[in-house]
């Protein structure tokens, strides 16, 4: 696309609401464009529609008009969750509309340069990671995007002297034609969201479209443990910082002595290997960063993110010294690997952001206690037989709620699993989730862990992803 700007007088279609389209929305009809808001959730369900009307933009809830997406649109936004079957994005693409997210206008709008974080696992992590780091430094870090707060917003508050330090998932980036962060991050790739992109390819590829406008000025951070981002790596323009904790590198963050692929190491063992995070400079220079163990959460996941999250800081400007203190002190994010609490000697946590099964593979492997494990929710076709060694190998018991509930026993019961329990769906969806933690709580012995990794999007009962976790916390809390 062009500058927002360019779109003055022109007929402007935003599909959906929230926060994202309501702050896109806002932006065109600033800029003079002719504006329409189109929800297909009814008017009572969108409270962000009397806000646009007031300001003179045309809103329509409950229906996907016929003659909404015309000839004379010059351009389609669509919330980054809709998927390209729905009706108007089709018209667009038959007209030759462009389609866009909104990360596509911010991109034009920010006079500030943008480190965009992507994976299939770790974004959250990493992005409030580097924020924070980067606040520590005094660079004036703004942290939007997938992790809640619009990129569109953002935008229009940052400076020339700060940074905006975006997650980015795929749905977004699908959307994106000019989009180029100075500073790009791709984390891991797993099979997810194979509904919404139809196969690998372009999912891949809409991961991918991070890096299509970067030049030699700017920097690319990839994870060198993950075949499917090596291999992207050697097409990229920009210069490539690669990060590895599986193998030292001859210039990049890794690990020293690396750990071993086996499948996951405890924060004691970690401790007994006195492992350090080395910087290494592409003339040889090392420089010893801090020791694995001194990081603020622990697992070897949560090592991965802390070097992305090094080299994204280092390529920002950040002074090595810097680093330190913030990598010492972050705590979990929320809904990811959160402890929740401690009753009776059993420990709850709660990783309600794991919507996918490599997701919870990893959380389960960072504990060496056994774990008592509530997964469940949105049906996107897998069989998550993918599981069934580490069911065998690391539950104590699953308890299962949700779409998949079937499938996920089904795995359980190959495993070999000893304790499995269904919890059968109702219109209370809260009550689902605390029969759980209950039916969990009375299996658990002191020294077990009860945690929330669903391995599934939440949306066949929450309304998202936080909603299921806090529910989690709060029945956790009121046992």
Request: glycine share 8%; net charge negative; hydrophobic share 40%.
């Given at each position: ?152 917003e953002a935008a229009l508050e940052a400076e020339q002297d700060q940074w905006i330090v975006a997650e980015l998932s795929s749905f977004q980036l699908k959307g994106t034609s000019a989009f180029r962060p100075h500073i790009a991050l791709l ?293």
């Amino acid at each position: 696309m062009n500058h927002p700007a360019s779109y003055k007088g022109r007929r402007v279609v935003v599909i959906g609401l929230a926060r994202s389209g309501v702050s896109v929305a806002k932006v065109f009809h600033e800029l003079g464009a002719e504006v329409i808001v189109n929800d297909m959730k009814s008017r009572d369900l969108c409270p962000e529609a009397d806000e646009l009307t007031a300001l003179g933009i045309s809103v329509i809830c409950g229906y996907h008009p016929e003659d909404l997406v015309t000839e004379e649109t010059a351009l389609l936004v669509k919330n980054p969750g809709i998927p390209y079957t729905s009706p108007p994005v089709k018209r667009a693409e038959e007209l030759g509309v462009e389609i866009i997210t909104e990360v596509e206008a911010a991109y034009w709008l920010s006079p500030a340069p943008i480190i965009g974080i992507t994976g299939s696992n770790g974004k959250t992590t990493t992005t409030t990671w580097i924020g924070e780091i980067l606040d520590y430094a005094g660079l004036k870090p703004i942290v939007a995007g997938n992790i809640g707060r619009p990129l569109c917003e953002a935008a229009l508050e940052a400076e020339q002297d700060q940074w905006i330090v975006a997650e980015l998932s795929s749905f977004q980036l699908k959307g994106t034609s000019a989009f180029r962060p100075h500073i790009a991050l791709l984390l891991n790739i797993a099979e997810t969201h194979l509904d919404y992109h139809g196969d690998m390819d372009d999912y891949v590829n809409s991961k991918a479209k991070l890096f299509d406008n970067q030049t030699e000025d700017d920097i690319a951070i990839v994870n060198w443990d993950d075949p499917e981002c090596r291999a992207l790596s050697e097409f990229l323009a920009a210069e490539v910082i690669p990060f590895s904790v599986y193998e030292k590198l001859g210039s990049g963050i890794y690990i020293d002595p690396p750990f071993e692929r086996d499948g996951g190491i405890t924060e004691e063992e970690v401790e007994a290997l006195s492992r350090k995070i080395i910087f290494k400079q592409a003339d040889g220079l090392e420089t010893i960063i801090l020791p694995v163990a001194e990081l603020g959460i622990p697992g070897v996941h949560n090592a991965a993110n802390a070097l992305a999250a090094i080299g994204a800081s280092i390529a920002a400007g950040v002074a090595l010294e810097q680093l330190r203190p913030p990598l010492r002190g972050f705590n979990a994010v929320e809904h990811r690997l959160e402890f929740v609490r401690e009753v009776n000697g059993v420990k709850y946590y709660n990783d309600s952001k794991a919507t996918n099964a490599v997701a919870t593979t990893i959380a389960v492997q960072s504990f060496s206690s056994k774990v008592i494990l509530l997964a469940g929710g949105l049906d996107r076709g897998s069989d998550y037989m993918e599981l069934e060694p580490l069911f065998r190998e690391k539950l104590k018991a699953l308890v299962t709620f949700g779409q998949t509930r079937e499938k996920l026993s089904r795995v359980a019961e190959l495993a070999g699993l000893a304790r499995v329990e269904i919890v059968e769906p109702s219109d209370d969806v809260e009550s689902v989730l605390r029969q759980a933690v209950m039916q969990a709580a009375a299996i658990a012995e002191p020294g077990d862990i009860v945690l929330l990794s669903p391995a599934c999007a939440s949306w066949d009962m929450f309304k998202s992803y936080e909603q299921r976790g806090r529910i989690f916390k709060d029945s956790a809390h009121t046992l």
